[in-house]
């Protein structure tokens, strides 16, 4: 099957995106899908107890899966998608802002990242509410909330990052998968 082209945001889009999500209930979620690289899964079934501040890593151990209008947690999609990211400064100083913001202490089965009225995320009400119009409101072509997986993966190449780190950080089981892919 031929695969369609990808096109990740350049790194001036990625940062009038995050700017633009400063102040709104997603903001954290930006920064960290386009700092970490995370699938819309992963990012969205995040819990409190994967986010380890002490050591500066994000352990990936499931994600959030919506089969026919059903939310629940699964397994990643391989077993390298199970990985530990070091956090970048600038995603801890968010998720610590975030999680002040909270101010109260989060269960350890909590989710990270919630709708507006609680509860998990749903991708298609991210769309539409959210990430649709900030793109529109910022004149950027759409691409879907994936693309903070694309953006991260073309940049940390782009920049130098050795194709086998990049992959560990995606979760790629093989690193041709991210050579050939990006």
């Given at each position: 099957?031929?695969r369609k082209e ?24 930006v920064v960290v ?150």
């Amino acid at each position: 099957a031929k695969r369609k082209e990808i096109q990740p945001f350049s790194a001036d889009e990625a940062r009038r995106i995050m700017r633009a999500a400063e102040g709104t209930h997603y903001h954290a979620a930006v920064v960290v899908g386009f700092l970490c690289g995370l699938r819309q899964g992963e990012l969205f079934g995040l819990k409190w107890r994967s986010v380890d501040f002490k050591k500066g890593l994000l352990h990936i151990t499931e994600q959030m899966v919506d089969i026919s209008g059903h939310l629940s947690m699964q397994l990643p999609k391989t077993e390298k998608g199970a990985r530990s990211i070091v956090l970048p400064q600038a995603a801890i100083d968010v998720l610590q802002k975030h999680l002040a913001a909270l101010k109260r202490t989060p269960e350890h089965d909590e989710l990270v990242f919630t709708a507006k009225k609680g509860g998990a995320v749903r991708k298609g009400v991210f769309r539409i509410y959210f990430w649709t119009p900030l793109l529109e409101k910022l004149g950027i072509d759409h691409r879907g909330a994936h693309h903070f997986r694309h953006t991260y993966a073309t940049l940390s190449l782009g920049a130098g990052v050795a194709p086998h780190v990049v992959a560990q950080v995606l979760g790629h089981s093989k690193t041709s998968t991210t050579s050939d892919t990006y």
